[in-house]
């Protein structure tokens, strides 16, 4: 039991930036509460006890906000972040490391016995407000958009957003990894912001992005230019911008888009 508990103490070290100590995190963390008390409701479920196991998650969740069925099986290193609003479903299934945020609901669709309630692997995580219905899947390492409503389900890795939930995926091209390189050099998080997902926020970013890029060649061959004629010696090339310079070259359709008569077009 000490060692889950030391785990669940980790985990949230891990996923919260402002979790401070161990004796913060077990004294003022609703999340953690609410998963130390499931463990001790779920084992009295087990034993056959279900009355006792629904009074004391009962009495979580009006300590914490956070309602866990007794039946529901919850892997190891499961945390809950904020948590107030949290429903997790008689016949969920949880796997180990998922992360769930407030407002989240793993519920059913029916009122049939059985089976009802979803299924995660390892590593998923839940955003805020989402709502994962029905006897569904979600695969290991998969994502939920925060306020989406997943009722089919959704592969490993997959990302899944919206109302209904419909799955993204990332574009896997030199343009793509061109943003990335260019975020990460400039130390900003382009968090989510692929261009297939309908948001005019990410798509703004992308787009400013392009431009930096785009600013980053023409400077780059300022300097060059410069220094041909015997300014600025103490000028250091950008080996990433070199290195994505040549990636673009290498996708012709890509190569042709950044080109000015093709923009021009």
Not at 46 to 53: I, S
Not at 138 to 157: C, E, F, L, T
Request: one cysteine or more.
């Amino acid at each position: 039991m000490f060692a889950r508990l030391k785990e669940d103490i980790a985990c949230v070290f891990e996923r919260d930036p402002a979790a401070r100590n161990a004796f913060e995190i077990l004294t003022t963390y609703p999340g953690l509460h609410a998963v130390m008390v499931h463990r001790v409701a779920h084992g009295l479920w087990m034993r056959d006890l279900p009355w006792l196991a629904r009074l004391l998650s009962n009495i979580a969740r009006l300590l914490t906000g956070i309602e866990i069925h007794p039946g529901a099986v919850i892997g190891r290193r499961f945390f809950i972040d904020h948590g107030m609003g949290v429903v997790i479903g008689e016949t969920a299934i949880i796997g180990d490391d998922c992360t769930l945020y407030h407002g989240v609901t793993l519920g059913g669709t029916t009122w049939q016995k059985g089976k009802r309630h979803p299924t995660l692997g390892r590593d998923v995580v839940v955003g805020a407000g989402a709502k994962v219905l029905g006897p569904i899947e979600i695969g290991d390492g998969a994502r939920i958009g925060s306020n989406a409503v997943v009722v089919k389900s959704v592969p490993p890795g997959a990302t899944a957003v919206g109302v209904p939930g419909r799955i993204i995926e990332p574009a896997k091209d030199a343009r793509t990894q061109r943003r990335a390189d260019t975020a990460k050099r400039i130390g900003f998080d382009a968090y989510g912001a692929t261009r297939d997902a309908p948001d005019p926020v990410a798509n703004a970013i992308n787009r400013m992005l392009d431009h930096i890029h785009h600013m980053d060649r023409r400077m780059e061959a300022i300097s060059r230019v410069l220094e041909a004629h015997g300014i600025m010696h103490h000028f250091e090339h950008d080996a990433d911008l070199d290195a994505m310079e040549i990636e673009v070259a290498s996708q012709p359709d890509l190569a042709d888009a950044d080109s000015p008569k093709k923009r021009g077009a």
